[in-house]
């Protein structure tokens, strides 16, 4: 018998992780996604991109270095790359969730009053756009009873400057018969605080926007370490 065969009645053994993947998931059926941890949750996402490897070490390196499980399904591509073990079929994966949670949060926002749910708003903007490694300028143009008739990002710009036209964004709102908008871009560096450019756009429009009938509720700039409301801030 060579000296790397089985005897007849061994078989291989099973990996120590399925073990550890079985009750990972009865813990989520029977306790609820809130029993998991941030890198618990992780670990069964990447369980059907990656099923010959234990991923708790991969899912927990992650969370240390992007900070959280939204942070990780947003990041960049590239990075995600850096990691040993993430392939295609795991940024599949983990881009696909982050997509989802983007649908999920447009539909909620869809189906409610956009200015009585306001954290509905809050909670939209930042899924679509406080992980953006680029700047955004998004439009939410509202109807007279304030639901929302369309979202549209305008203009996509470097990790720190996104170009926005006041003008384009008043003939967009008279395109589709809006009689609101709410302002919304992301900040890639994490700090929502207005710029003075920020500030000086926002009055602009809001001085095109008036005459015409059209209201500019406000302009939201979200960020990983939370949003600022330039309306609730007294700068528009």
Not at 27 to 44: I, N, P, V
Not at 62 to 76: C, E, M, Q, R
Request: some cysteine; hydrophobic content about 40%; aromatic content about 6%.
């Amino acid at each position: 018998m060579p000296d790397n065969a089985l005897p007849p009645d061994d078989k291989p053994e099973t990996p120590h992780y399925h073990g550890h993947r079985q009750r990972l998931r009865e813990r989520f059926h029977s306790a609820g996604a809130e029993a998991l941890s941030d890198y618990e949750l992780l670990e069964m996402v990447l369980f059907a991109a990656l099923p010959r490897r234990d991923v708790k070490p991969l899912a927990k390196a992650l969370i240390k270095t992007f900070g959280s499980f939204a942070d990780v399904i947003h990041a960049p591509e590239p990075r995600l790359r850096e990691f040993n073990g993430i392939g295609d079929a795991a940024i599949t994966q983990l881009k696909l969730i982050a997509a989802a949670a983007h649908r999920i949060a447009r539909g909620e926002v869809r189906q409610k009053h956009a200015l009585a749910s306001w954290q509905e708003v809050i909670t939209y903007c930042r899924t679509s756009m406080a992980f953006a490694d680029k700047e955004q300028f998004r439009l939410l143009f509202l109807d007279k009873r304030n639901q929302l008739i369309a979202d549209e990002v305008q203009q996509t710009g470097t990790v720190d400057h996104t170009p926005v036209y006041p003008r384009e964004v008043i003939k967009r709102a008279l395109e589709l018969s809006a009689t609101a908008i709410i302002l919304v871009h992301n900040h890639p560096s994490g700090d929502p605080t207005p710029s003075q450019a920020d500030i000086r756009m926002t009055r602009t429009i809001v001085e095109i926007a008036k005459p015409l009938g059209i209201t500019v509720h406000d302009h939201i700039i979200v960020g990983r370490n939370g949003h600022t409301s330039l309306k609730s801030n007294g700068l528009m």
